[in-house]
């Protein structure tokens, strides 16, 4: 079955360049601790000790390290497009979980920055077409557009500009 593209072609539109905040970083790469949480976290790139992520069981517990405390990662849901995004409860420490979506574990924070950049020329072209607009509002988020990450072409959701969050959908649901 063909892919219905509703998406504006690049040329008829002008884009206006993405910024990310001093804190960007540090909340999606590495979590920032809330409380009895954490918020962000959605790459575990720089974690350390945990398994092939691709290929681990789902809704079992797996260990690792990131910035020097424990987290658990219990993986929900895989994107069956993508190999690596998924959905999982993450414990950073001995705090409470946390259910996040990942980038693949693969992509590196220039490589998280570059499918970033792409949702978000690709939101400002399409942002008055009802599906997108129909994800934004779904999704408590300021934007979202799509970026195509190991061939296939995937909702990213993000707030602001400069961007503070941002996060793919798993199977095109943001949770």
Same mark, same amino acid.
């Given at each position: ?24 970083f ?22 350390? $000790?945990?398994?092939?992520?691709? =290929?681990? /069981?789902? %809704? ?7 910035? +020097?405390?424990? *987290? !658990? ?34 992509l590196?924070w ?8 792409? $949702?978000?020329?690709?939101?400002? =072209?399409? /942002?008055? %077409? ?7 509002? +779904?999704?408590? *988020? !300021? ?14 959701a ?18």
């Amino acid at each position: 079955m063909p892919r219905l593209d509703v998406r504006v072609p690049a040329l008829r539109a002008r884009t206006v360049a993405i910024a990310y905040t001093p804190t960007c970083f540090n909340h999606m790469m590495h979590g920032t601790i809330a409380g009895g949480t954490h918020t962000g976290l959605h790459s575990l790139n720089l974690a350390a $000790a945990l398994p092939n992520l691709t =290929l681990a /069981a789902l %809704n079992v517990a797996h260990a690792g390290t990131l910035n +020097g405390s424990n *987290i !658990t990662v219990t993986i929900r849901e895989r994107d069956l497009r993508v190999a690596g995004i998924i959905v999982a409860d993450v414990t950073i420490g001995a705090r409470n979980p946390k259910r996040s979506c990942f980038f693949p574990d693969n992509l590196n924070w220039a490589g998280v920055q570059a499918v970033i950049d792409e $949702a978000y020329r690709d939101y400002q =072209l399409n /942002a008055n %077409n009802n599906i997108y607009q129909s994800k934004r509002s +779904g999704a408590g *988020i !300021t934007w979202a557009g799509m970026a195509r990450i190991a061939g296939q072409d995937i909702w990213l959701a993000a707030r602001g500009n400069p961007v503070d969050t941002a996060f793919p959908a798993v199977n095109n649901k943001f949770f």
